[in-house]
């Protein structure tokens, strides 16, 4: 376990933690934390944390997410809303609903869902008092592969 000094250096230790759910591991149920997550194995439920969450290439969570930021190697498949920057790795699979506004999307990643940005729905954009139009935006990706296929 990694150990940090406090920001105001007052000789207080905190230690890092993170919860961990390794490979061949399933859980199914709802995690509360403070802490950064890591999901190596499977989890079904939901996650809420103040935290960042993982989910590595072995990684799939099926559910709903509440977390600070999250790193998507693996597979997701549900409703993720972070406050700071999602991540979609290389060859990462996501279907759902994404609810940040600020994503990063890697060129190999599948995506099936939609793409909601909490700030424009707050401001009362034009995309959300238009009759007739979401606050969304849809999207498919299919993988760079699938691309090449069709050139």
């Known amino acids: 376990m990694a150990l940090d000094r406090d920001s105001k250096d007052t000789g207080t230790v905190q230690s890092n933690q993170v919860t961990r759910i390794c490979n061949d591991t399933k859980i199914t149920g709802t995690i509360i934390t403070q802490h950064d997550i890591r999901i190596d194995g499977y ?13 590595g290439e072995t ?12 790193d998507i190697s693996g597979s997701f498949d549900g409703i993720l809303k972070s ?6 790795r290389e060859k990462s ?42 606050p969304y935006t849809p999207v ?3 993988a760079a592969e699938e691309k090449k296929e069709g050139s």
């Open 83 to 88: 406050s700071e920057l999602a991540s979609l």
């Open 93 to 134: 699979v996501f279907t759902g609903e994404i609810h940040s506004d600020q994503i990063s999307i890697e060129p190999t990643v599948r995506i099936s869902g939609k793409l909601v940005s909490p700030e424009l729905s707050k401001k009362g954009s034009k995309a959300t008092d238009t009759p007739g139009t979401t």
């Open 140 to 142: 498919s990706v299919k």
């Open 59 to 70: 990684g799939k969570c099926k559910g709903e997410v509440e977390c600070k930021s999250v």
């Open 43 to 55: 989890l079904e439920g939901k996650i809420k944390t103040e935290g960042k969450l993982v989910i």
